[in-house]
């Protein structure tokens, strides 16, 4: 049996991802936005609907994406940010020609 070097090859160059935030102060309007805010100030593509956010783009740029937005919501909230990674789910209606 053959065994495939690591890292594996890169697949698909785009990634999406869900993201649900959660605040635990009760001030879940203002978390949300803080963090879409964030989000938006990254230029990171979204699409928001009315109970998560899904991102896309290269990898790396999401990445580096959620992690900004999770550093400015977590300083100014205390939240839970819930994410689902996929390189294969279809894109957003509006992204969908990319893949």
């Known amino acids: 049996m053959t065994?495939?070097?690591l890292p594996l090859p890169k697949t698909d160059p785009l990634i999406s991802v869900q993201v649900s935030v959660y605040a635990l102060?009760?001030?879940v309007r203002e978390a949300v936005h803080t963090y879409l805010d964030a989000l938006d100030a990254t230029g990171i593509e979204r699409d928001t609907?009315?109970?998560s956010t899904v991102v896309w783009g290269d990898a790396a740029a999401v990445?580096?994406?959620l992690q900004s937005a999770y550093e400015v919501a977590a300083?100014?909230?205390p939240v839970i940010v819930n994410t689902v990674m996929?390189?294969?789910a279809p894109?957003?209606?509006r992204a969908a020609g990319r893949r």
């Open 91 to 93: 894109l957003p209606a």
């Open 75 to 77: 300083a100014a909230h």
């Open 63 to 65: 990445w580096a994406a």
């Open 86 to 88: 996929s390189n294969a």
């Open 49 to 51: 609907g009315t109970m």
């Open 25 to 27: 102060d009760g001030q």
């Open 3 to 5: 065994q495939s070097p």
